[in-house]
């Protein structure tokens, strides 16, 4: 495995050095010369007319090196405020052009969360005599809203207590659990009127506190990661007030006695279809502005106001235009202009028909491994697929690895857990990145040198060699459904009596509109399924109605999922489960119920920041009961290839998470840089 990873991220890295090397810029010119001297003013006049029309197209050329239209396959939602209503990567990609100066950063050489330089001017750690840790957070003084508004502390608090409100759940988004933010069950449950674990000291000092009970955090700083949103937009009539003892929501208009700050006021501001501020985000902080939004295409401008990102780059193109793609099609129009970047591409003959092209110098091309993978969810609410068993026995019926295959090519990896080949602990378990282990400087400090060979062997010990890789087995997917009760009746389809109710396997799995994974399946998955007694239908659904029946925003009427998710940086699996009054854990989007898999996500994720080798072997663990009890199938991570026009100079989309990063600092231009 160690070896196969190895190679196809060598294989990334040389495909992109010769994509790049050989991408060439064509030139052409015309001269012009004159018939005859008896003609000569003639001559002249069209000599003067053609270098007007030169003159014109110069223009008009300067003028689309001021424009970009990127394409994606994966349609848009319009959820471009937050992922409290989903998070498909389009949208989460627009929220990045949008929403800016988040307080932490992921320094990826570091390996942690770092305060961005941009927006904080200063940090100080503090902790009290009960284990609490506080920050005092001063912000920089030149931040500025897209209209010329200063930003404040006051508006990072709003987002701390917007995010935790118990109105979103009403409204069907999945509020932050900001849990380890001190007193935030007492605010949520209404105990207290603030949020003890955000103070405002002035219009430029947050302090803000970590509670001791969930402490240690791996990733603590990214705890606190926080982007300003604008509370006169999203919540007109409401200010933010700390008296004290934490922050909170209060009518700007004491003499009201009504709160403003309801269910239906968020209703109206953020959820209209036509003004709210998740689709039609008015006054934002990000690299560039939205100008529209029709369902289908959005239209950017560049935000003169953003100062830059952690780096200090700021955006260069003027206008962005983001739209659907159609992999049949979205090759030959990036060709031919009407796309000058597409992001995203993954399907093999997409990507040859795109790499033929990079290698003839009509595009560019980067390549990058994704930080997730594609996956069948089960609805572990539905008798059909609540046994282990079940989902065991049905993925011994799929060839993932000709799924795999068939969909990727040579550009993906069968996976068996929870995880993307590019998140650093799989890279280091994987032995495709070195341990963070510190050879000693003196060679010959026998003490240091053994404890450095020490520790460097624990590292060589982790491996994922535990995992099952399930793979078509027909006679133990029979033996794991007759263990557990489900007999053939006289169609040759399995059933089960279950609470006095017989239960037939009778299936439903849903995919993406468009995606040819459906003509995948039959060959690699519903005659397996079949010859065990499993009944399969699927059905193809338009990605956004997809998504809502998977975040439970519509009926669930599906026993099975195909989907792609990518990881966020903070990896934290136990976030994903939603825990009752009496610690029983659910996976919101699976439902299932597991403890033992919440209790090794739980305790991952509270491991002391910089212990990457403990870290590293609770994230295993974690990944063995999930390969067991598959609340998800896991199917493949791969590979994604974005490809462009030549014209676009230093967009570095291997070095980002989203294209929406990359572009920042990237530019349009016919001259070499």
């Known amino acids: 495995m160690k070896k196969l990873i190895a190679l196809l991220l060598a294989l990334i890295m040389a495909v992109t050095a010769v994509a790049f090397a050989e991408g060439e810029e064509a030139a052409t010119g015309a001269a012009t010369e004159a018939a005859t001297e008896a003609a000569a003013d003639e001559a ?95 912000l920089q003084n030149d931040l500025y809203w897209s209209d010329g508004t200063r930003i404040t502390a006051w508006d990072y608090a709003f987002s701390y207590l917007l995010g935790v409100s118990p109105e979103i759940e009403k409204l069907g988004g999945k509020p932050y659990r900001r849990e380890k933010l001190l007193g935030y069950e007492d605010y949520v449950s209404g105990k207290t009127e603030y949020l003890a674990g955000v103070s405002v000291l002035d219009s430029h000092r947050l302090y803000l506190t970590l509670d001791h009970r969930f402490l240690p955090f791996f990733y603590e700083l990214g705890l606190l990661m926080c982007k300003p949103y604008p509370i006169s937009v999203i919540a007109p009539g409401v200010e933010v007030r700390d008296d004290g003892e934490g922050v909170y929501l209060a009518n700007i208009d004491d003499r009201n006695n009504k709160p403003v700050f309801t269910a239906e006021l968020l209703k109206k501001t953020i959820l209209d ?250 060959e690699t998955f519903v005659n397996y399924l079949k010859s065990v007694g499993i009944k399969l239908e699927m059905e193809a659904v338009p990605m956004q109605q997809l998504l809502s029946r998977f975040y439970k925003q519509e009926d669930r009427d599906f026993d099975m999922v195909y989907l792609a998710s990518n990881f966020d940086i903070v990896f934290d699996p136990s976030e994903n489960f939603i825990v009752d009054g009496k610690g029983n854990p659910n996976w919101a989007y699976t439902n299932d119920t597991d403890k033992e898999l919440y209790r090794r996500a739980f305790d991952m994720s509270h491991t002391e920041p910089g212990e990457a080798l403990e870290y590293c072997k609770k994230w295993i663990s974690f990944q063995e009961r999930f390969n067991d009890t598959l609340p998800m199938l896991p199917i493949y991570a791969n590979v994604y290839f974005d490809f462009s026009t030549p014209l676009l100079r230093e967009y570095y989309i291997e070095e980002n998470v989203t294209w929406g990063q990359a572009i920042i600092g990237a530019y349009l231009s016919e001259e070499e840089p």
């Open 44 to 138: 002249a006049d069209e000599a003067a007319d053609e270098a007007a029309d030169e003159e014109a197209d110069e223009e008009e050329a300067a003028a689309d090196l001021d424009h970009l239209t990127v394409g994606n396959v994966t349609a848009m939602r319009g959820e471009f405020f937050t992922d409290m209503w989903g998070n498909s990567t389009s949208d989460s990609d627009v929220r990045a052009l949008l929403h800016g100066y988040d307080l932490f950063y992921w320094n990826g050489e570091a390996g942690a969360f770092e305060p961005d330089p941009t927006v904080v001017a200063e940090i100080e750690y503090r902790s009290d005599a009960e284990g609490n840790k506080s920050y005092v957070i001063s």
């Open 273 to 522: 279809p036509k003004t709210g501020y998740m689709s039609h985000p008015s006054l934002t902080c990000g690299p560039y502005k939205l100008l529209s939004w029709d369902g289908t295409t959005a239209e950017f401008e560049l935000n003169t106001k953003f100062k830059g990102d952690y780096k200090g780059k700021k955006p260069i193109i003027k206008y962005l235009t983001y739209t659907l793609a159609d992999n049949d099609t979205m090759i030959d129009k990036l060709a031919n202009g009407e796309f000058g970047l597409l992001n995203k591409a993954m399907r093999t003959d997409v990507v040859q028909a795109g790499m033929q092209l990079t290698g003839e110098g009509v595009m560019s091309m980067g390549a990058y491994p994704r930080s997730g993978l594609s996956f069948i969810s089960f609805a572990c609410e539905k008798p059909t697929v609540a046994d282990k068993a079940v989902r065991q026995a049905i993925a011994w019926c799929l060839d993932r690895d000709k799924v795999m295959t068939e969909y990727t090519g040579a550009n993906g990896l069968t996976v068996d857990g929870y995880y993307g080949i590019v998140q650093w602990m799989y890279r280091i378990v994987s032995g495709t990145e070195q341990p963070p282990v510190k050879e000693p400087e003196d060679s010959k400090d026998t003490k240091a040198v053994k404890e450095y060979e020490a520790e460097l062997a624990e590292w060589e010990e982790l491996s994922l060699d535990n995992l099952v890789h399930y793979s078509v087995d027909l006679n133990k997917a029979r033996s794991l459904l007759e263990k557990d009760g489900w007999k053939l009746n006289n169609e040759g389809i399995r059933e089960k009596k279950i609470a006095g109710k017989v239960v037939k396997l009778e299936l439903k799995l849903i995919y993406p509109e468009g995606n040819r994974i459906g003509e995948i399946f039959k």
